[in-house]
């Protein structure tokens, strides 16, 4: 697919999901379809711990302590990579929350718009989005649950159901 229309996806893991929770990784799909990924060190007033999140994102508190970024450094590094471009997210309402509260630790303008990966798909789309995603998933062979994967994944599922659908158009 042109890089053009690729979009620039983002992923976030986190301690849990609801009130208390926050960001524990942070994933790229940058538009030429390259992953980065950072694990971000907890603020002190960051409590919230679910082991449930730990088991499907396999990031332990000891992780997060020893290879943990300082929310400022994945802020800026968010900024500097992403600065004045949309950025999409199957999971918007969790994810801004989790990016808002990282700036918010980072005492940083967040300077990329985030936006739901929804609004980009059709309704065909959307039709084939899980068995596709389920194929991608097979095809990358990713064995662990990871913010940057995750990011790929959506990506390049939002690719190949937009070449799918654009086919069908044409065929």
């Known amino acids: 697919m042109d890089i053009r229309m690729r979009p620039i996806v983002i992923d976030v893991e986190a301690s849990g999901l609801g009130r ?92 990329f718009r985030l936006e739901s990966l929804r609004s980009l798909l059709s309704d065909a789309q959307v039709d084939i989005w899980h068995a596709t995603k389920d194929k991608v998933t097979e095809e990358l062979g990713y064995t662990r649950h990871r913010a940057s994967h995750d990011a790929l994944i959506l990506q390049q599922t939002f690719c190949q159901t937009a070449e799918l659908v654009g086919r069908q158009k044409v065929g």
């Not at 508190?61 to 400022?72: D, I, N, Q, Y």
């Not at 999971?91 to 700036?103: E, M, P, R, T, V």
């Open 20 to 111: 208390g929770s926050y960001p524990i990784e942070v994933g790229v799909a940058n538009a030429e379809g390259q992953g980065s990924c950072n694990i971000i060190r907890r603020e002190d007033a960051w409590q919230h711990w679910d082991p449930r999140a730990e088991m499907l994102h396999g990031i332990s508190r000891e992780t997060l302590s020893k290879h943990g970024k300082a929310p400022e450094f994945v802020a800026s590094m968010l900024n500097d990579q992403l600065a004045g471009q949309i950025v999409y997210s199957d999971a918007w309402g969790n994810d801004s929350s989790w990016i808002a509260l990282l700036f918010d630790a980072a005492e940083l303008p967040q300077r």
